[in-house]
């Protein structure tokens, strides 16, 4: 994909992450690998400035190393981004939310055990709640990149979602399962304590997904 697609399919996918209700407002971000002559980063989302008026020329261009060009500064929440981007191979695209639901549990720094076979969709028996720290700061990425491990999405205590894929629809694919979980969870936990799947049990689904639609 060219920069140019690439940076129109990352406010495509804003615009989408709102109208699917996983995120309100200006909240949350988007971003995308992006390799192209030496250079190695991503483009992210700009800072305060509402989806809805954001163009592809205001996607903000960030380096590994934190540099950023534009004509827009990135979304304060971009060291997340780049710290997965530096640590994970398998990321291509980060789709950041404050889905409702997602973060009413975040809230009470709960994750979402394995009360529902898909749980498995985010790579393990369960999604991790990442401990609170500040938006925008090295400590909160830490926190997500140990919540992120052997998983390809994490819960944030007090904050929001993060699901990460590749391309941009399927990490956005992923946040709305995510959001959806988290959902059918909360409401599990209205009428009592959900039955959890044990261990050996996921294990087989976890294997059933990793096989799925290959031949
Ligand atoms: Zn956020």
């Known amino acids: 994909m060219s920069e140019g697609s690439l940076r129109a399919a990352i406010v495509a996918t804003a615009l989408t992450m709102n109208d699917a209700g996983i995120n309100r407002g200006k909240s ?7 390799r192209r002559d030496g250079f190695d980063g991503f483009l992210v989302t700009p800072s305060a400035l509402p989806y809805a008026q954001t163009t592809p020329a ?4 960030v ?12 979304s304060s929440e971009w060291r997340f981004h780049r710290d997965i981007y530096a640590q994970r191979a398998d990321a291509h695209a980060v789709v950041h939310a404050h889905a409702p639901f997602a973060t009413s549990l975040a809230c009470l ?7 529902h076979y898909m749980v498995a969709v985010a790579g393990g028996s369960d999604i991790r709640c990442a401990p609170y720290a500040t938006f925008g700061t090295q400590a909160l990425s830490d926190n ?24 941009l629809d399927a990490a956005l694919s992923l946040a709305v399962e995510v959001e959806t979980l988290a959902e059918m969870y909360w409401r599990a936990l209205q009428v009592g304590e959900p ?6 049990e996921m294990h087989v689904v976890l294997a059933k997904f990793s096989a799925y639609g290959k031949p």
């Open 58 to 61: 205001d996607i903000a261009c």
């Open 109 to 115: 720094h709960r994750g979402i055990p394995a009360f």
């Open 195 to 200: 039955v959890l799947l044990p261990d050996d």
């Open 28 to 34: 949350g971000n988007v971003s995308a690998r992006l």
């Open 144 to 167: 997500v990149i140990g919540a992120l491990a052997g998983r390809t999405a994490c819960l944030m205590a007090n904050h929001g979602l993060i699901a990460v894929g590749r391309p």
């Open 63 to 74: 380096s590994l190393a934190g540099d950023a060009s534009g004509p827009r500064p990135p």
